[in-house]
């Protein structure tokens, strides 16, 4: 039974390469076959009142008319949760634009006046 399960198994690895098709020069790759093309965008500022950005969890993001949005979120800023750290919601809003060369802009736009009306993460949005 071994047997034939080991030379079921090589005759379906020796098949792949043709399910998997001809490689991709790496120019291809990178614009992807949606036509993305994958970046890297700036670091998300700090929240308000802290010193760094711990990163977060389950934030609201969107693209609107070309603008990426990135809104509430979670996370365990002071300590990770198994040494007892206390999750903290947050109501902030960051935005980031295309500069004139239709590429993102270098820093993220946000402002204690410009929030979410409460804490919110873990949300859906349907269009």
């Known amino acids: 039974m071994r ?3 080991l030379i079921v198994a090589i005759n379906l690895l020796s098949g792949i390469e043709e399910l998997v098709g001809e490689e991709k020069s790496p120019a291809e790759t990178k614009a992807g076959a949606a036509g993305f093309e994958w970046s ?5 500022p700090p929240a308000s ?7 977060l969890a389950g934030p609201f993001v969107g693209v609107h008319e070309g603008t990426l949005l990135v809104a509430g ?4 800023p002071d300590l990770p ?3 007892g750290g206390k999750k903290v919601w947050w109501d902030d809003v960051f935005v980031l634009q ?10 993220w ?3 204690p006046r410009f ?7 873990y949300g859906v949005a349907i269009p």
């Open 49 to 55: 009142g802290e010193a760094t950005q711990a990163g």
């Open 73 to 76: 979120g979670a996370n365990f």
């Open 109 to 111: 736009f946000t402002s």
């Open 81 to 83: 949760p198994w040494r």
């Open 115 to 121: 929030e979410l009306p409460k804490p919110s993460a």
């Open 98 to 107: 295309k500069g004139p060369d239709d590429k993102p802009n270098s820093k």
């Open 40 to 44: 890297y965008l700036p670091e998300l």
């Open 3 to 5: 047997f034939l399960i």
